[in-house]
């Protein structure tokens, strides 16, 4: 988009978004909606307190364990099988169900099997995030070139070599797609555990918060939620394309 | 008829200019095309000659100068103009008999009057019996003449042609040029054909306009005449025919890398 | 070749139920059933109906919101596609609600709208409306130039155009942003019955919990999880049934 000549940066008309926000905060005409400003406020006052730092913590955990078992587990897993006929055809069906399942539904299953904690929000986590995760490393293998796992072989690489050396970085593109996909539903994942388990993190938070009517902190919590989401997702957004430029020369 | 339309010129190009930012696509060109003729744009590629055609169909405007067609400046597309596109830019969701009558949908003409006039030219570019297939089950060479047919249906009086042949194969498109021979020969139409292929354009041309990149401008105009009346098949043969090719490609060696 | 893939799929099915029904007899907790307690839980809550009047219950906000997020997603979409202005204005808000965790809002739509109905609604509209308005404006953007330029040269009005070629050349990534944005309201509704107020699936979920039924709360998960699965993967039978081949640059997440 162009105005008086001058090409405006993407995501520019935020700001405009912004004013009006605050324009309609000033002007009081809901009260869920306070001022802009207001929230801004209240965020520079909750930002170092305790019951933020702690919500900040253990969400921060339980996202890094989840997704670090979804990458561990899931990026192996869709490039085995990628390579094995047998163990595809066993495992897609499953994984494809998984995909598209609510996964929402199997929180009440994870908190009576796990305890109302850490350790079944971090499943939830790795649930959302790992069958994409699979499912793409698993692409990324089917369309490596024959030639190079020939070239592998011809040169005597032992299967390990040849795993970790051939397969995951000629998918790497197609891996870090999945990863990215997977790390933007952890971020929901961590989101919806901690809502339904709501005595840790940002779910205890929301409760104190809601129960009374502390709009302002509600949303002050909700900016920084998905400020962080945003930069994550496009932090791997840029990786993907710095890969992508690489694999376009491949 | 007016004294205009009976003119000889069809479509005149004068001293239009066109930039893309920086490129300069366009400098000061000026070009007629005779009436019921066949003129090739010939030269080699981003010299310009989609961005003219582009223009004379007045779907991109000049930055200046003026496109007649029958006497009249050229605004915007117009039913006197057709348009064949290099890509077909076929309908994927519409079999083809709904595509060879879309020209003819846009403009408002009912569905069992356009069919049947669709039907017609299906027939004349040699598709019978693939009204109801869909582009994707065709071949490239089928699929450009569904895209003449389109063309052909609306019946105007000037066809631009941009480059139809060249997403077909070798065999596909002599046929092609022939059946463009013909078409010249019994449709009193004006033909605008846009080839990079020197033997095409000789082949095929009344008129042949070279055009040269950097700046972009008219280098010449060549008028095949002697081998037009000798048959289709011995074209190829004629010593005028061979004669013009290597004088365009001395021309043109130079602006190849 | 066919018999392979089916009977590979028949194996990895026994599997996978057989090591549920394994881990249920060893047990591995106290509130783990085995896979055939938790078929019979099944088939009681089929004959008593129980299953069909909450699918009725839990389908209806999701029913409802796919609607309103259809209607407005592609509509924004369209419009978001065609004008380069309203682009830069709106398209960034759909951007960062996708990457977000909107399930956030859930405590402020109570706090806003109450426990009811219309809470249930919108949970399902903001969870599947940015993924419907995103692929929907990404389709409508991506046109091929060359059938736009065909349609204006044989003299197509804007409205044909659109009509005519935007639309229908859109159509397939649409649909296929329309079952992500289904897939994302199944959550939604999922969640707002189990965070908002219990009925439904939601009931049955939590019922069975508060009274450790836990035959019959696996046997409601199963049941909607399948049904979800099933639904979404005959839509994507149908897609590809309707539009074959044509098929460009979508949105997933
Ligand atoms: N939409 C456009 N934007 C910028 N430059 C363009 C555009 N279209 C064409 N050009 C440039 O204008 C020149 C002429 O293009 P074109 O008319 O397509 O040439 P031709 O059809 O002879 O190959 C080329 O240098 C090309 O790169
Ligand atoms: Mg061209």
Not at chain 1, 98 to 110: E, G, I, K, N, W
Not at chain 3, 108 to 124: C, D, E, N, Q, R
């Amino acid at each position: 988009m162009k105005a008086f000549g001058y090409q405006l940066p993407a995501m520019s008309s935020l700001i405009i978004w912004g004013l009006l926000w605050e324009l309609v905060g000033q002007l009081e005409l809901t009260f869920f909606l306070p001022a802009l400003s207001e929230i801004f406020i209240t965020l520079s006052e909750i930002i170092g307190t305790k019951p933020f730092i702690k919500a900040l913590t253990e969400t921060g955990q339980a996202f890094f364990l989840g997704t670090f078992y979804a990458v561990t587990i899931g990026i192996p897993l869709g490039i085995l099988m990628g390579k094995n006929r047998f163990i595809d055809e066993l495992l897609l069906p499953w994984v494809n169900v998984f995909l598209s399942a609510p996964l929402t539904a199997l929180v009440p299953v994870l908190m009576v099997l796990f305890g109302f904690g850490l350790k079944a929000i971090v499943i939830t986590t790795s649930l959302f995030a790992i069958w994409i995760i699979i499912l793409n490393a698993r692409a990324g293998v089917k369309q490596i070139n024959p030639a190079l796992v020939e070239m592998a072989h011809s040169f005597g690489a032992s299967p390990m070599d040849a795993f970790f050396k051939i397969y995951f970085w000629a998918a790497l593109p197609e891996i870090l797609s999945g990863v990215r996909i997977g790390f933007i539903r952890a971020v929901k994942g961590v989101i919806i555990g901690q809502l339904l388990i709501s005595i840790v993190g940002f779910g205890a938070l929301f409760e104190l918060y809601s129960s009374q009517f502390l709009m302002s902190h509600f949303w002050a919590v909700l900016l920084v939620l998905f400020t962080l989401a945003f930069s994550i997702s496009e932090f791997l957004a840029m990786l993907e394309r710095k890969v992508e430029y690489y694999a376009s020369k491949r | 008829m007016n004294a205009i339309s009976t003119s000889s010129k069809a479509v005149e190009v004068r001293n239009v200019f066109k930039n893309y930012g920086e490129v300069e696509a366009l400098q000061d060109l000026s070009l007629d095309f005779p009436r019921g003729e066949l003129t090739s744009l010939l030269g080699p590629s981003g010299c310009g000659k989609t961005t003219l055609l582009k223009i004379i169909a007045g779907l991109l405007p000049a930055d200046s100068g003026e496109v007649m067609v029958n006497g009249e400046t050229v605004t915007g597309p117009g039913p006197d103009r057709a348009f064949v596109f290099q890509d077909f830019a076929l309908l994927p969701w519409a079999s083809v008999i709904r595509n060879v009558a879309f020209g003819l949908e846009l403009r408002g003409v009912g569905k069992s009057e356009r069919e049947a006039i669709a039907e017609k030219y299906i027939a004349d570019v040699g598709l019978d019996g693939f009204e109801l297939k869909f582009p994707h089950q065709l071949s490239g060479g089928m699929r450009q003449r569904v895209g003449l047919a389109r063309a052909l249906s609306v019946d105007a009086q000037v066809l631009l042609m941009d480059e139809p042949f060249s997403a077909v194969d070798e065999q596909t498109r002599r046929k092609f040029q022939e059946d463009l021979l013909n078409l010249v020969k019994h449709e009193n139409k004006t033909f605008l054909f846009v080839t990079h292929s020197i033997e095409e354009a000789v082949y095929v041309s009344d008129q042949i306009a070279l055009l040269l990149p950097r700046p972009s401008r008219v280098s010449e105009i060549i008028r095949p005449s002697g081998f037009r009346d000798k048959g289709i098949d011995s074209i190829r043969r004629d010593s005028e025919y061979l004669d013009i090719v290597d004088r365009i490609w001395d021309s043109l060696r130079t602006y190849v890398e | 070749m066919r018999n392979r893939t089916l009977s590979l799929k028949i194996l990895s099915s026994v599997l996978i139920f057989g090591a549920w029904e394994v881990a249920g007899r060893v047990p591995v907790s106290f509130a783990f059933p085995t896979f055939l307690e938790s078929m019979a839980a099944l088939w009681t809550l089929t004959i008593e109906g129980t299953i069909f009047t909450a699918y009725v219950e839990t389908l209806k906000p999701l029913v409802v919101g796919v609607m309103i997020s259809a209607f407005f997603g592609i509509g924004l979409g369209v419009w978001i596609g065609l004008s380069r202005k309203f682009d830069w204005f709106v398209s960034p808000i759909f951007i960062v609600m996708q990457s977000a965790p909107l399930a956030a809002l859930i405590p402020l739509l109570i706090m806003v709208y109450g426990i009811g109905l219309t809470s249930k609604v919108f949970v399902v509209c903001i969870m599947a409306m940015p993924v419907i308005v995103l692929n929907t404006s990404g389709a409508v953007r991506n046109t091929s130039v060359s059938i736009i330029e065909m349609g204006k040269s044989f003299l197509g009005t804007r409205r044909e155009i659109i009509m005519k070629i935007i639309m229908p050349s859109a159509s397939p990534i649409i649909f296929v942003g329309l079952r992500l944005g289904i897939s994302a309201g199944f959550i939604g509704a999922i969640l707002s019955e189990l965070k908002i107020t219990p009925t439904g699936v939601g009931d049955i979920i939590s019922y069975s919990r508060s009274i450790a039924d836990y035959p019959s709360m696996y046997a409601a998960i199963f049941s909607i999880i399948l049904l979800a699965v099933l639904f979404l993967n005959i839509l994507e039978r149908v897609e590809v049934m309707i539009f074959k081949g044509i098929n460009k640059g979508l949105v997933s997440d």
